[in-house]
């Protein structure tokens, strides 16, 4: 529904990958290496998913992930997939690249959010958006670090003929999507980056200016100093988005963070990374009783995240399942998305001989060569 609903560049966008997409492949593949092992004759009535996460209970162990433009894909696209969030009680995290400023989101949602930081190379910016991230009330800050260097999304970008500007055949097709068309780009014209446009200069302030000049914004001196110095700046929760080498989970433990994301940012930065569910253990065993451990990167079932919660991670963190849902259906389409992965989760955990997430373990699981070859989510 989400490809037929958007136009194929704003779909390419969300569904893309870095460079020949073996990361992006690999974060599917990955979850096959394990099999359940599930325990028969257990009285699974009354079973359920909840969890606490930094304190607060919730009654799924998810996350939705920080994405960026998610205007693109419906109007207020940031509000929608809050509000989603907050009917479902899970945290819902606001991009530094979102169409939607933190205060709007807190005031037109509710619910828990978490603001996601990129240090781009603007001091000026990124201590605006810590400020108002904390004015707001945002319960987390969160910290990507595997985006010091923009990655190079090739299929995205044959959608344009120069950086903002779309291809003479995508335009066409944008305008074979009418009822898209109407509900984003027509009456309002495109959604624009709000945290960062102030900071820009007036004539580069559109969407479409605010496309090109972004990437270009990242900036490849970010390291752990930058983090200390956060840690110094923000009282709340700080978590660290980016990392998948143990030794780096032990540099933000000392430093004090307060949780980290195994990642590789859905397969859009570094091309052939390891899958992090693949490192979750290892870090999970180490690690888990000093800080909180979230993972994301592929999640589409409910299977996954009992697999990810049986390895050890306190949380999941989901980027395209709940964007597909809010391309299908805008806000009914993101819970629609959020209640599958509930359903199949409360399914697994039944058919594992679970009552609670608590119950998973990894001898629950037995590791093998995967079963089954999955074609490239594109
Ligand atoms: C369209 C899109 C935009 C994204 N934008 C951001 C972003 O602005 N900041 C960020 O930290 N991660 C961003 N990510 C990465 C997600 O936070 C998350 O790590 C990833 O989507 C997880 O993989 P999944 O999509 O397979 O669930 C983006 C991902 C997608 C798909």
Known sequence: MARRYAPAFAFEYVEGGAEDELALARNRQAFDRWRFLPRTLVNTTGRHARTTLFGVEQPLPL???PTGLNGI????????LA????????????STVSNARPERVIEAAGGRVWMQLYMLNHPALVDDVVSR???AGCEALVFTTDAN???SREWDKRSFRAPGSLSLRRLLDAAC???WAWDVAIPHGLPRFVNVMDFLPPEARSAKAGVSLIPALFRPSIDWDDVARLRDRWRRRLIIKGILDPADVERAVRLGCDGVVLTNHGGRQLDTTVAPIE????????YRDRITILVDSGFRRGSDVAKAMALGAHGVMVG???????????????SHAIAILASELDRVLGQLGCRSLAELGSAMLREGPPTVAFPAES
């Open 63 to 65: 996350v939705i992930a």
């Open 149 to 151: 260097v923009f990655g």
């Open 279 to 286: 490192v979750l253990g290892e870090i999970a065993r180490a």
């Open 133 to 135: 991230a904390d004015s």
């Open 320 to 334: 395209r399942a709940t964007l597909y849902g809010l391309a299908a259906g805008g806000e009914a389409g993101a």
């Open 83 to 94: 509000r989603a969030a907050a009917a479902a009680g899970i945290p819902f995290c606001l």
């Open 177 to 179: 999507h009418p009822r």
């Open 73 to 80: 894909l419906r109007r207020d696209g940031d509000l929608l």
